[in-house]
C-alpha cells in the first residue's frame, strides 16, 4: 500500500562511490548520499521489519517511534498497520496545537490518532477525523511489501556525505566527511557490489594515520575518516547506532 507524500524527492544511487546507510536497532535503514556535495534535506528511507515490532504484526497496530540518529528535536513518527494489507506513517506533532499525539486507537467508530491536548482525531494516514484541527497530520510515502517489510520516506532525514579521493604515500585513500550527532556512534562498511556481502571497514583520522578505528563517536560537528580503498572499487556505507 502507498501513501504519497507532496513534493517527492528522488533517491539517489551511485555506481563508483558512496552510498549512506543508517541503522539504529531494530531498524535497517538505507539512504542517501552521492559521493559529491549534496544539498542538505534529501530523502531518507527507513526498512521497517515488521518482526522486530509484535504490535505491528497485526492489523489495528499502532506506535510511536523516534528516528535514530536524529536530532532529539526531530519528532516521532507514528506508524499504523490500519488493515492487513494497509501500513501508513504519519508526523506526530498535532497541526492544531503542536502538541504531541498518541500512537493510532482501533475502534471502529472511535479508533483514530488522538491528541490529548484538546481531541483533534486524525486517521492512520494523517487524515482529520475530528477538530479543532483543520489540517492533516504530515503523512511520509510507506510501500507495505504484504508480508514482513514496510519501506517510509521521510523527505530532510537523509543528511549529506561526501567522498574525496585523497592521496597517501604508497597509493590512496577515500576521505569520507558525514555530520554526526551527539549521542550516537557511526561505523563505516564497505561492499565490493552493491549485491555484495558488507565488512566493516576500518579507518583512520588523518590521511596517513593508522587505519585501526572502527567508532566515530558522534559530537553534533561533522566528522571526517579516511578509508582504503579495497581492491580499488566499491562501495562504503555510514552506519549509526
Given at each position: 500500500?502507498?501513501?504519497?507524500?507532496?513534493?517527492?524527492?528522488?533517491?539517489?544511487?551511485?555506481?563508483?562511490?558512496?552510498?549512506?546507510?543508517?541503522?539504529?536497532?531494530?531498524?535497517?535503514?538505507?539512504?542517501?548520499?552521492?559521493?559529491?556535495?549534496?544539498?542538505?534535506?534529501?530523502t531518507?528511507?527507513?526498512?521497517?521489519?515488521?518482526?522486530?515490532?509484535?504490535?505491528?504484526?497485526?492489523?489495528?497496530?499502532?506506535?510511536?517511534?523516534?528516528?535514530?540518529?536524529?536530532?532529539?528535536?526531530f519528532?516521532?513518527?507514528?506508524?499504523?498497520?490500519?488493515?492487513?494489507?494497509?501500513?501508513?506513517?504519519?508526523?506526530?506533532?498535532?497541526?492544531?496545537?503542536?502538541?504531541?499525539?498518541n500512537?493510532?486507537?482501533?475502534?471502529?467508530t472511535?479508533?483514530?490518532?488522538?491528541?490529548?491536548?484538546h481531541?483533534?482525531?486524525?486517521?492512520?494516514?494523517?487524515?482529520?477525523?475530528?477538530?479543532?484541527?483543520?489540517?492533516?497530520?504530515?503523512?511520509?510515502q510507506?510501500?507495505?511489501?504484504?508480508?514482513?517489510?514496510?519501506?517510509?520516506?521521510?523527505?530532510?532525514?537523509?543528511?549529506?556525505?561526501?567522498?574525496?579521493?585523497?592521496?597517501?604515500?604508497?597509493?590512496?585513500?577515500?576521505?569520507?566527511?558525514?555530520?554526526?550527532?551527539?549521542?550516537?556512534?557511526?561505523?563505516?562498511?564497505?561492499?565490493?557490489?552493491?549485491?555484495?556481502?558488507?565488512?566493516?571497514?576500518?579507518?583512520?583520522?588523518?590521511?596517513?594515520?593508522?587505519?585501526?578505528?572502527?567508532?566515530?563517536?558522534?559530537?553534533?560537528?561533522?566528522?571526517?575518516?579516511?578509508?582504503?580503498?579495497?581492491?580499488?572499487?566499491?562501495?562504503?556505507?555510514?552506519?549509526?547506532?
Amino acid at each position: 500500500m502507498q501513501h504519497t507524500i507532496s513534493r517527492r524527492r528522488s533517491l539517489k544511487t551511485i555506481a563508483l562511490g558512496v552510498a549512506a546507510a543508517l541503522v539504529g536497532a531494530p531498524w535497517r535503514v538505507k539512504f542517501v548520499a552521492e559521493a559529491q556535495a549534496q544539498s542538505a534535506g534529501e530523502t531518507g528511507v527507513f526498512i521497517l521489519k515488521l518482526a522486530a515490532f509484535p504490535v505491528l504484526q497485526n492489523a489495528g497496530g499502532s506506535l510511536l517511534l523516534q528516528v535514530p540518529g536524529m536530532p532529539p528535536s526531530f519528532p516521532q513518527i507514528v506508524v499504523t498497520r490500519k488493515t492487513a494489507t494497509e501500513v501508513y506513517a504519519v508526523d506526530s506533532i498535532c497541526t492544531h496545537a503542536s502538541c504531541v499525539v498518541n500512537a493510532y486507537f482501533n475502534h471502529p467508530t472511535l479508533g483514530g490518532i488522538i491528541c490529548n491536548c484538546h481531541g483533534s482525531r486524525y486517521d492512520a494516514d494523517g487524515r482529520v477525523l475530528n477538530g479543532p484541527a483543520t489540517l492533516p497530520l504530515t503523512a511520509y510515502q510507506t510501500t507495505f511489501n504484504g508480508t514482513d517489510t514496510v519501506r517510509i520516506e521521510i523527505p530532510g532525514l537523509g543528511y549529506r556525505v561526501t567522498g574525496v579521493l585523497t592521496p597517501v604515500t604508497g597509493g590512496n585513500r577515500y576521505a569520507l566527511s558525514f555530520p554526526t550527532v551527539d549521542g550516537s556512534q557511526y561505523e563505516i562498511r564497505h561492499r565490493a557490489s552493491l549485491t555484495g556481502a558488507e565488512s566493516t571497514a576500518s579507518f583512520a583520522t588523518t590521511p596517513e594515520g593508522a587505519a585501526t578505528n572502527t567508532v566515530v563517536f558522534g559530537d553534533n560537528q561533522e566528522q571526517t575518516v579516511y578509508v582504503d580503498l579495497p581492491g580499488g572499487v566499491g562501495f562504503f556505507s555510514v552506519v549509526c547506532y
